[in-house]
């Protein structure tokens, strides 16, 4: 059983940048494939950001393209959301999830991600 957790949210100005990070317990996560979902109050989960095992696929809705960027280090289990020029609208609830697959592989639909995290709360201020 894999256990992640998500840190790394919080309260910052538009235009500002924060770093999320996903820490996988219970076993290694170097072959999943990871993703990171966003839900804002009121609305469904949105996917964010996917990245494959081997890191060297990586997907992005048209919404943070060119803005966020994500990664992993296998060695460390972890895997990072780094987001710049964060806008009000990227406010949102961020979700790690991780899913069994292939070496190229990424997923964007929620329902290939076997295992979530609890999530983390981003805000953006005007």
């Known amino acids: 059983q894999v256990q992640l957790v998500e840190s790394g949210g919080g309260l910052v100005q538009a235009g500002g940048s924060l770093r999320l990070s996903c820490a996988a317990s219970?076993?290694?996560?170097?072959?999943?494939?990871m993703g990171w979902f966003r839900q804002a109050p009121g609305k469904e989960r949105e996917f964010v950001a996917a990245i494959s095992w081997s890191g060297g696929s990586t997907y992005y809705a048209d919404s943070v393209k060119g803005r966020f960027t994500i990664s992993r280090d296998n060695a460390k289990n972890t895997v990072y959301l780094q987001m710049n020029s964060l806008k009000p609208e990227d406010t949102a609830v961020y979700y790690c999830?991780?899913?069994?697959?292939?070496?190229?592989?990424?997923?964007?639909?929620?329902?290939?991600?076997?295992?979530w995290g609890q999530g983390t709360q981003v805000t953006v201020s005007s």
């Open positions: 999830a991780g899913a069994h697959a292939s070496s190229s592989v990424y997923y964007t639909q929620s329902r290939f991600y076997a295992y």
């Open positions: 219970g076993r290694s996560v170097s072959t999943y494939a």
